[in-house]
């Protein structure tokens, strides 16, 4: 009897860290991190364009509305608010992002 429940929990334990080692290799794959999405590679350009302000707030180049701008907005800047603990140059970056973007949509 515990023979058979040795065996169960091995092939249990086995199934499970097999499962979790091929989703890891799988987004290692596509460019993934184990841990969770891609960071872009790269950092600020001098001035702000249309396809940096999309990518600081994690939005699509297409099909921008103010309301979609500023849900974005405001989810980000409650994550980085310098006064949560956040950076205050990432803070900046946001605003300058929904700046360029509400003026330009």
Known sequence: MATALAVGVGVAGLA?????????LRRYRSGTAALGKAFYKGGFEKSMNKREAALILEVSERG????????????????????????????????EAKGFLDKNT
């Open 64 to 95: 921008l509305t103010k309301d979609i701008v500023r849900k974005k907005h405001r989810a980000l800047i409650m994550l980085n608010h310098p006064d949560r603990g956040g950076s205050p140059y990432l803070a900046t970056k946001i605003n």
């Open 16 to 24: 499970f860290f097999g499962r979790a080692g091929l989703v890891a």
